[in-house]
């Protein structure tokens, strides 16, 4: 049966597929196809995962490879997949929070002409995501990794006649590129190295090809995950993706794609196990993107920046938690997956709100619509307690793991982590109570209503599994479901006991929460954002994104601009103006060299005459030399 | 015996220079006769040298084909003198560069 | 004066012996030449212009079929290298593979270039000559002549006359002979160029400068050949190749008459800096001639050239190489740049038949005489297939110049070409075909033939002198291709050229050229044995 | 046999159009008549494919003639997998070229026959070409081609033809001169060894001295890097692709371009390793710098058809790269990419060739927001400029990681300065499909409607093969690898390189191991 994973892939591309050449007869139901391939792959998955519960621990990675993709020289590639523990969480994450999107869609683009491609660009997303996590090659990992990042470009641009949109797209692409140099470079290294890019053989050679080797390795991998995950550096495009329609942002910039970075670390933790200095690199880079994202969440009104920032912030958890080692790893898929569900559901909740408010995502234009929209208001506030880590909620378990484990790993980092956790309350607590709570600052033609109950009920659904998430880690289950792909990890003993550094948590949290109430919830809020000028150097610069974009400018682009002008002018001037002046040269020796011909037969003969001295001279010459 | 193909070269450069300097068709063709017969001069001695005929008989030739180009360069030339009304050569420059 | 030479002493005379047979060709030109100057004299006018036509026609073709049967039946000699044929006539003559195929080609010129000579429907019925060379231009007399349609149909006996010099000059064997083999090609010609029935003032001064200047350059030859019997006390040149490996005589004797008979051969074939004739003479002289001349003058004063410093001077090539290897690149340079900025079909076409001078050069100097036994592309017979293809090519070429016509006759400013290519594809297509030939382009004769004369320098050692030699030829092309853009790429100005509709003669030689052209660049095989089959020089 | 035929179809077809009467009005006679004899031609190919074994790497359906014996030249013609992959892409593009090069608008309409002929001799030569195993035939077909490019360039293209036409044909004249005088001296050097011979198979067993061969290696070298523009001989192509009509920038580009780069493998490398591998650090170094300079110029390019041109620039680096590697691994990947990057900028060229003609101007600032009024053009245009940045499953993509892989096994900072392609290559893609096809519709856009249904037909085999190829190249590789790997093991005993093997290889999935090249 395992033999029939490529099926999980096969269905919604095939549906992709056809509703793109299908053509305008299928926009009456094209997204109902869409919606059912997706929950197709989704059941099929479940099957699957069911019957690998069945099977003992160690028969759980069930591989099989579909055809020779490439096969020449030395080098050697199936296209092969693997569904085991960790791929299949996954495939359950992707194709069911996938399904409840598509079903959310329906709803929220339901007046939108190009329906029909949307769900073609969302299935093919599903496909494509599907192929990077079964993949049992990197290379073939490559090929979902670029597959997902077309699928992104598509639907960040999807409203292609918004400029704005439309650059948004190439940003992400470009800057996932850059990303891709790592792991592009990294595969030929693995080829270079073990002759093979096979995952689990890499893995399992990384620890006898020397630490420099696995450092390098694991560096590369992780400025490829930086780019997919919108770590630092490589963090500008995530804000400007955005502009795509929300159940994008839910599905692609919340629940999966962007998360891809953290698998592949996790996949590849035999190449990091066996290089501490990558595994530092990961962490720190976690940390750095943890606080920053939090930094701009607490800044934008934007509602969706606000929780696209919130999403950088969480991927640096679990960025952090797998570059603890085999100890993290765990955490890191288990917050992965929850923050799979809540953010997805606030994301959805947003993208309601908007749609109650005319498309407006300015939170200051917002408030008081818990009474507006309360189905969305209640799910949104499941997601809201979950991720500032209310006890109970899932959010509260996989944080509470992270953090743990980072001060076993370092005090330093815990702190970091700690300080995260209260700026997350914070940010979250603001955009609670911009939105639902206050006074309503919404215009006057604007009439809030609840949305559809196709729109509503995945939210419900998003809602419940925010709350329950948590069941995964009862009795260490995720730990011990984990542990045969990522290893065992040691465990280490904290200065206090865990319980303790849990309430800490909580503490830290509530205070969070505190100071977001009583700065946003007690007084009024401008309708207006408040000028630069006026606001603290820290807002500021949260509200530009801690100069992410202006920085690339000077660094990258105009620099490049600059190298590209240059160029062509050396181009045409330098290079061809060489070629071309040649041209000239010779025409000009050509009409000084009809001179001579004057006309007069004297002057002829004078030449004829010069000409016999000379060759005279030259034999005999040629004779005494 | 080697002051004849002096003399000889020495008439072979007057002629030279002749065709160089004179601008009359008639007289740079009887510099060109001039070096012909320069030339003869130096069939016969060399013949004397080396003692055989063949550079006698070489004279009688050079004479003969002497003849022949005065036939075929007067009638040019006097053609060109029925049109242009003058023997200059240097009036004769339309085909140039 | 130390004996006189008195009759006692004289040896009996005897006749010399005369090989009919082997000189068969010469003999036939020169009695259909001598035919055509009695029918001068006493054929009814009315008749007269065909039946010259018809006498030098068979003349030619039968000298041809003879030509063949002598080339066919040449007795192998046995030297160190291959060489066939033997000396004739009291060794005034060497009837040898090279000379016969030479023979050849310039009986076909000369064939294709009586056809474009008895041409009449260009002109309104009345041949490219002019009626009565002796009127001024202009004058009533000319009028009066051109009313009466008098011709000067002696122009069929001198071409002839001018045909059999070039033979005697490629075969000849003595230096003597050379010489008058030379006047006797050139007084002809010098004769033909001033008798241009279109601007004939051009034609008259190009008839005097080819005179003044050939004459010159003769001079300068026959002083050589002074030099040189005053070196080795004889005009045949093998005795000179015995006294030259000697070393016998002064040494600078031998160089200075090495440099002047340079002279005269460099002259003939248009090398620089002796070429100064070239553009004027092609411009001026009726181009049919120009046709002619282009073809088979060099031709033959190739060849005389090869057989020279080959068989008489061989020995001493160390010394004339570096002179030749200059020249070569001068030649090819010069021919080359100069056609460039050159705005007359014909004073290109002349620029670039200098710088075809420039590329035989370099083969020549490679003065690659093969190895026994192996048939490899020597110097010769690189040569002999070169001028085969160029000899062809450029008649064709002159033969296009011919029909492109204004009120005033021929128009042969490169702009009155523009556009030729949209009026008459066919035609502009031939004339591109040669361009593309002279410009070495694959799939024309004119490829084959460069790498011949390449390989053969190759072979004598100057592969940079081969470099040189492909990256002037793509100079070369740059103006062969600038005529394509002219005649294809360019509108029109104006009404744009007319072509006129020649008779069947042109047409002819036209389509006999470019299909040779093009069959010597796909199948060269046949004609290339044959120049391999010449071997090397009888001496 | 089959070989000749297929070289000769296409020619014979050209001079029926030559002599084929002139019609009036849509000519569509004369467009038929073509289509036609292309598509008889692609048909004879897959024929000439049927008979073509791909387990061995010799050379197939080969057939031998005195030709010039004189020169020791001969008609042998005879394709190993590299030639017959090189021939299908010919047969194959031709008629995609035709079909679309229906709807051009010439500027003689009277001149259509020509046109179409001219195309059609393209091909025939090219096919010669790339099946030609006597040295001599080779440079005759080779440089052949020069002629039919340089008249559809010079008659049918844009308004500053006729100097794009003669810069193309001297440009390429000077390096094929250049290979003539290694052309002379190979026969030189044979002649001198016994009979003169141009065969391939001769040649290879001639032992030249080291000067000599690397002189002759430099002079085929000028020809093939001048051809397959090699950074800084590169300029003759975006002015002749920016003139030229979309089918002439294909055949040049997508076919007679890759004679170049064909030709660096069999002829470069085939006779003269020892040669190619002293040259090979300095033309990995040109290589590199074309990768990334073509891209950068690309990405400054105004002109749809200069950034084509230059965005070849850089495709030729990856390929030119790839062959100097000399891994096995690269070399393959060379070849394969020969072929994808054929589809992808024919691709490329005639679905902007089509938005050009009907917006009437090539300048990307002229164009706008075209994804809304032309919603299938725009889709082809992505999916083609995705295959020209080599996205996975895209064929270009596996040709583009071969190269890279192989590379890298020989010199990490040339793979790592190529990779650097991929981002740039990202850019200049995307920057040309963002101005012309996204945002708001801009004014004087309206005239370009969307693909007719005979534009369609003729994309889709393209489309179809570029994504086809993307999950399946295997095909392709098993005729190409054996080729590869005589060629390898040719190099590898000829004093040249042979594969670097893994430094630390994995017992589990070890790669089946090829014989050759080790």
């Known amino acids: 049966m395992f033999d029939l994973q490529w099926l999980l892939i096969a269905i919604p591309l095939a549906s992709g597929a056809l509703l793109l050449i299908w053509g305008k007869e299928a926009d009456r139901f094209g997204h109902l196809i869409g919606t059912a391939a997706s929950a197709a792959s989704f059941l099929f998955g479940v099957v699957l995962f069911a019957a690998l519960l069945g099977k003992d621990a160690e028969a759980r990675s069930q591989s099989t490879s579909l055809f020779t993709w490439i096969d020449t020289g030395t080098f050697h590639v199936e296209m092969g997949f693997t569904f085991d523990q960790l791929s299949g969480l996954f495939v359950l994450l992707i194709t069911g929070v996938g399904t409840l999107i598509h079903v959310y869609s329906i709803g929220y683009m339901e007046h939108d002409p190009r329906r029909r491609r949307f769900f073609a660009y969302l299935n093919i997303f599903v496909a494509a995501m599907v192929t990077l996590v079964l993949a049992s090659d990197y290379l073939v990992l490559f090929l979902g990794w670029e597959g997902v990042g077309l699928a992104s470009y598509l639907l960040i641009g999807f409203w292609q006649h918004k400029p704005s949109a439309a650059a948004a797209a190439k940003k992400a692409f470009v800057v996932n590129r850059v990303g891709d140099i790592g792991m592009a470079l990294a595969i030929m290294l693995m080829f270079a190295q073990f002759g093979t890019s096979a995952i689990h053989a890499v893995n399992a050679a990384a620890p006898g090809a020397g630490d420099g080797v696995a450092t390098a390795l694991g560096l590369l991998l992780l400025l490829g995950a930086c780019g997919k995950s919108a770590q630092v550096p490589l963090q500008s495009w995530l804000l400007d993706a955005m502009e795509g329609p929300t159940p994008v942002s839910a599905l692609i910039h919340a629940a999966t794609m962007v998360t891809a970075g953290v698998y592949l670390v996790v996949r590849s933790g035999g190449v990091f196990d066996s290089s501490e200095a990558a595994r530092t690199a990961v962490m720190i880079v976690g940390l750095v993107t943890l606080l920053a994202g939090a930094w701009i969440g607490c800044a934008k009104d934007d509602i969706k920046k606000a929780l696209a920032g919130s999403t950088m912030s969480q991927i640096g958890y679990m960025m952090l938690a797998a570059g603890l080692g085999p100890a993290g790893y765990p955490f890191a898929i288990f917050h992965l997956i929850t923050h799979g569900f809540f953010k997805a559901n606030m994301f959805l909740g947003a993208g309601s709100v908007m749609h109650g408010m005319n498309d407006d995502v300015d939170m200051r234009h917002y408030g008081a619509l818990r009474k507006a929209m309360p189905i969305t208001f209640a799910t949104f506030a499941l997601g809201y307690l979950a991720i500032i880590g209310f006890p109970g909620f899932s959010g509260f378990w996989s944080k509470d793991k992270i953090i743990e484990t980072a001060f076993g790993e370092n005090l330093w980092v815990g702190l970091g982590a700690l300080l995260g956790a209260g700026v997350t309350a914070f940010y979250m607590t603001r955009l609670m109570m911009m939105t639902f709570f206050g006074d309503k600052r919404w215009k006057d033609d604007v009439h809030p209503h609840e949305s559809p109950k196709v729109m509503t009920y995945p939210l419900i659904a998003l809602g419940a599994l925010s709350l329950l998430g948590g069941l995964l880690l009862v009795g260490d289950w995720i730990v011990e479901w984990l542990e045969p792909v990522v290893g065992e990890g040691e465990h280490h003993e904290l200065a206090i006991p865990a319980i303790a550094l849990t309430g800490i948590i909580t503490l830290v949290a509530a205070s969070g929460v505190a100071l977001g109430y009583f700065t946003y919830g007690t007084k009024p809020i401008a309708a207006e954002t408040p000028a630069d000028s006026s606001v603290s150097v820290f807002t500021r610069a949260g509200r530009h994104e801690l100069y992410g974009n202006q920085i690339n400018d000077a660094v990258v682009v105009r620099p490049t601009t600059h190298l590209t002008r240059f160029l062509v002018w050396l181009d045409g001037k330098g290079i061809d103006g060489f070629v071309t002046g040649l041209a000239d040269r010779l025409g000009e020796t050509s009409q000084f060299l009809r001179k001579p011909q004057t006309g007069f037969v004297r002057s002829y003969a004078l030449t004829m005459f010069g000409g016999v001295a000379i060759l005279v001279l030259c034999l005999l010459a040629v004779t005494l030399a | 015996m080697n002051e004849y193909i002096t003399l000889s070269l020495i008439l072979f450069t007057i002629g030279a220079v002749g065709v160089l300097v004179r601008r009359n068709a008639i007289v740079v063709f009887m510099c060109i006769e001039l070096m012909l017969n320069a030339t003869n001069l130096a069939f016969v001695s060399f013949s004397r040298q080396h003692g055989n005929l063949d550079g006698q008989v070489a004279a009688f030739f050079v004479m003969v084909v002497a003849a022949a180009e005065v036939v075929v360069g007067l009638s040019i030339i006097v053609s060109i003198y029925r049109t242009r009304r003058s023997t200059s050569v240097d009036d004769a420059s339309l085909l140039k560069s | 004066m130390k004996t006189l030479i008195t009759a006692t002493d004289l040896p009996p005379i005897k006749a010399p012996e005369i090989e009919y047979a082997l000189l068969g060709p010469l003999f036939i030109i020169a009695g259909a030449a001598v035919l055509g100057v009695i029918i001068e004299a006493f054929w009814p006018r009315a008749t007269r212009f065909w039946t010259q036509v018809v006498v030098a026609v068979v003349?030619?073709?039968?000298?041809?079929?003879?030509?063949?049967?002598?080339?066919?039946?040449?007795?192998?000699?046995?030297?160190?290298?291959?060489?066939?044929?033997?000396?004739?006539?009291?060794?005034?003559?060497?009837?040898?593979?090279?000379?016969?195929?030479?023979?050849?080609?310039?009986?076909?010129?000369?064939?294709?270039?009586?056809?474009?000579?008895?041409?009449?429907?260009?002109?309104?019925?009345?041949?490219?000559?002019?009626?009565?060379?002796?009127?001024?231009?202009?004058?009533?007399?000319?009028?009066?002549?051109?009313?009466?349609?008098?011709?000067?149909?002696?122009?069929?006996?001198?071409?002839?006359?001018?045909?059999?010099?070039?033979?005697?000059?490629?075969?000849?064997?003595?230096?003597?002979?050379?010489?008058?083999?030379?006047?006797?090609?050139?007084?002809?010609?010098?004769?033909?160029?001033?008798?241009?029935?279109?601007?004939?003032?051009?034609?008259?001064?190009?008839?005097?400068?080819?005179?003044?200047?050939?004459?010159?350059?003769?001079?300068?030859?026959?002083?050589?050949?002074?030099?040189?019997?005053?070196?080795?006390?004889?005009?045949?040149?093998?005795?000179?190749?015995?006294?030259?490996?000697?070393?016998?005589?002064?040494?600078?004797?031998?160089?200075?008459?090495?440099?002047?008979?340079?002279?005269?051969?460099?002259?003939?074939?248009?090398?620089?800096?002796?070429?100064?004739?070239?553009?004027?003479?092609?411009?001026?002289?009726?181009?049919?001639?120009?046709?002619?001349?282009?073809?088979?003058?060099?031709?033959?004063?190739?060849?005389?050239?090869?057989?020279?410093?080959?068989?008489?001077?061989?020995?001493?090539?160390?010394?004339?190489?570096?002179?030749?290897?200059?020249?070569?690149?001068?030649?090819?340079?010069?021919?080359?740049?100069?056609?460039?900025?050159?705005?007359?079909?014909?004073?290109?076409?002349?620029?670039?038949?200098?710088?075809?001078?420039?590329?035989?050069?370099?083969?020549?100097?490679?003065?690659?005489?093969?190895?026994?036994?192996?048939?490899?592309?020597?110097?010769?017979?690189?040569?002999?297939?070169?001028?085969?293809?160029?000899?062809?090519?450029?008649?064709?070429?002159?033969?296009?110049?011919?029909?492109?016509?204004?009120?005033?006759?021929?128009?042969?400013?490169?702009?009155?070409?523009?556009?030729?290519?949209?009026?008459?594809?066919?035609?502009?297509?031939?004339?591109?075909?040669?361009?593309?030939?002279?410009?070495?382009?694959?799939?024309?004769?004119?490829?084959?033939?460069?790498?011949?004369?390449?390989?053969?320098?190759?072979?004598?050692?100057?592969?940079?002198?081969?470099?040189?030699?492909?990256?002037?030829?793509?100079?070369?092309?740059?103006?062969?291709?600038?005529?394509?853009?002219?005649?294809?790429?360019?509108?029109?100005?104006?009404?744009?050229?007319?072509?006129?509709?020649?008779?069947?003669?042109?047409?002819?030689?036209?389509?006999?050229?470019?299909?040779?052209?093009?069959?010597?660049?796909?199948?060269?095989?046949?004609?290339?044995?044959?120049?391999?089959?010449?071997?090397?020089?009888?001496? | 046999m089959i070989l000749t035929i297929l070289a000769a179809t296409p020619i014979a077809g050209a001079l029926i159009l030559a002599l084929l009467p002139r019609e009036t009005g849509s000519h569509l006679r004369a467009k038929t008549v073509a289509l036609g004899v292309s598509l008889i031609t692609l048909a004879l190919s897959l024929v000439a494919l049927a008979k073509f074994d791909p387990e061995s790497g010799g050379y197939q359906l080969t057939s031998t003639h005195e030709w010039i014996s004189a020169f020791g030249a001969h008609y042998a013609v005879g394709v190993n997998g590299i030639g017959i992959t090189l021939v299908l892409l010919t047969t194959v593009l031709t008629p995609i070229v035709l079909l679309a090069a229906f709807g051009d608008r010439l500027p003689d309409p009277r001149s259509t026959n020509a046109y179409f002929a001219w195309m059609l001799a393209v091909e025939g030569l090219a096919i010669g070409a790339f099946s030609a195993t006597d040295a001599f035939l080779f440079y005759v077909l080779f440089e052949a081609t020069l002629i039919p490019l340089y008249f559809l360039i010079g008659t049918f293209g844009g308004p500053n033809r006729s100097y794009a036409a003669v810069k193309f044909l001297i440009y390429n004249l000077v390096g094929g001169l250049l290979m003539l005088a290694a052309i002379v001296g190979l026969y030189v050097v044979s002649s001198r060894q016994g009979e003169a011979s141009y065969l391939l198979s001769d040649l290879q067993d001639l032992d030249y001295s080291q000067t000599t061969e690397r002189l002759l290696f430099l002079g085929f070298m000028a020809a093939f890097a001048i051809k397959a523009p090699l950074f800084p001989l590169h300029t003759w192509l975006p002015d002749a692709a920016g003139q030229a009509t979309p089918g002439t920038s294909v055949l040049m580009v997508s076919v007679v371009d890759k004679i170049g780069t064909f030709g660096m493998i069999i002829w470069c490398v085939g006779l003269f390793p020892e040669a190619a591998d002293w040259a090979s650090p300095v033309i990995i170094v040109l290589a590199v710098i074309s990768i990334v300079y073509g891209a950068l110029l690309a990405i400054g390019q105004d002109d749809i058809r200069r950034l084509i041109a230059f965005t070849s620039v850089s495709h030729f680096g990856f390929i030119i790269l790839g062959i100097f590697a000399f891994t096995t691994t690269s070399m393959a990947g060379a070849t394969l990419y020969m072929f994808n990057h054929g589809l992808s900028t024919a691709a490329l060229f005639l679905v902007t060739g089509i938005m050009i003609a009907r917006r009437g101007s090539a300048r990307i600032s002229d164009f706008g927001g075209v994804q809304k009024i032309a919603p299938i053009l725009s889709g082809v245009l992505l999916i083609a400029g995705l295959s020209s940045l080599s996205l996975p499953g895209l064929a270009p993509f596996v040709s583009e990681f071969l190269v890279l892989a192989g590379t890298f096994t020989r010199s990490i900072p040339a793979a790592a300065v190529a990779t650097l392609g991929i981002v740039l290559a990202a850019l200049y893609i995307l920057i040309m499909y963002q101005r012309t096809m996204t945002g708001p519709l801009k004014e004087g856009t309206e005239g370009v409607t969307d693909l007719e249904p005979r534009e369609i037909a003729a994309l889709t085999p393209a489309i179809v093969l570029i994504i086809g190829l993307g999950f399946f190249p295997q095909p392709m590789l098993n005729a190409i690898s054996p080729a590869i790997d005589t060629v390898m093991s040719h190099v590898g005993s000829n004093g040249g390189k042979s594969d670097p093997a893994p430094k630390s290889p994995t017992i589990v999935d070890a790669p089946a191991e090829e014989e050759g090249g080790h």
């Open chain 3, 59 to 539: 003349g030619i073709i039968a000298a041809l079929a003879d030509t063949v049967w002598v080339y066919t039946d040449l007795d192998k000699v046995d030297a160190d290298l291959v060489a066939r044929g033997k000396v004739a006539a009291e060794g005034a003559l060497s009837v040898d593979g090279p000379g016969v195929f030479t023979w050849g080609i310039l009986l076909v010129f000369g064939l294709l270039s009586m056809l474009l000579f008895a041409e009449r429907r260009l002109e309104g019925g009345m041949s490219a000559f002019t009626g009565r060379a002796a009127d001024a231009p202009g004058s009533a007399s000319e009028a009066e002549a051109i009313k009466l349609r008098v011709e000067h149909t002696e122009v069929f006996p001198l071409a002839l006359f001018a045909l059999v010099g070039m033979m005697l000059f490629a075969t000849s064997n003595d230096l003597l002979t050379m010489f008058v083999a030379l006047e006797v090609l050139s007084l002809p010609l010098y004769l033909l160029c001033g008798l241009a029935r279109r601007r004939r003032l051009l034609s008259q001064e190009a008839a005097l400068k080819y005179f003044l200047l050939g004459a010159f350059s003769s001079v300068f030859f026959l002083y050589g050949i002074a030099l040189a019997y005053g070196y080795a006390g004889s005009f045949e040149l093998s005795a000179i190749d015995t006294a030259v490996s000697n070393r016998s005589g002064s040494e600078n004797m031998l160089l200075a008459s090495i440099a002047l008979i340079a002279v005269g051969l460099l002259f003939k074939i248009g090398a620089a800096p002796f070429h100064t004739w070239t553009p004027d003479v092609y411009q001026g002289a009726p181009t049919p001639v120009t046709a002619f001349m282009a073809a088979g003058t060099k031709a033959a004063a190739f060849i005389a050239l090869l057989r020279v410093f080959f068989v008489a001077f061989g020995g001493s090539q160390w010394d004339w190489r570096p002179m030749i290897v200059a020249i070569a690149i001068i030649t090819m340079f010069l021919g080359a740049v100069v056609s460039i900025s050159q705005t007359d079909v014909k004073r290109m076409l002349a620029y670039s038949s200098i710088a075809h001078a420039g590329f035989l050069l370099v083969g020549f100097v490679g003065a690659y005489a093969g190895v026994a036994g192996s048939d490899r592309v020597t110097s010769v017979s690189s040569t002999l297939f070169y001028l085969t293809v160029y000899g062809i090519s450029s008649i064709g070429a002159f033969a296009i110049v011919t029909l492109v016509r204004d009120s005033g006759g021929e128009t042969t400013h490169l702009s009155k070409w523009a556009g030729l290519g949209k009026k008459s594809p066919w035609l502009a297509g031939a004339f591109a075909l040669f361009m593309l030939s002279f410009a070495g382009i694959p799939l024309t004769g004119g490829f084959i033939g460069k790498w011949g004369v390449f390989s053969a320098a190759y072979s004598g050692g100057f592969w940079w002198l081969v470099v040189i030699g492909v990256l002037v030829s793509a100079l070369a092309a740059y103006f062969y291709v600038r005529v394509i853009v002219l005649m294809f790429f360019t509108d029109p100005v104006g009404d744009g050229p007319t072509v006129a509709v020649p008779s069947l003669l042109t047409t002819v030689v036209i389509i006999i050229a470019a299909l040779g052209t093009v069959g010597l660049g796909i199948i060269p095989g046949p004609v290339l044995d044959l120049a391999q089959h010449a071997g090397a020089f009888v001496r």
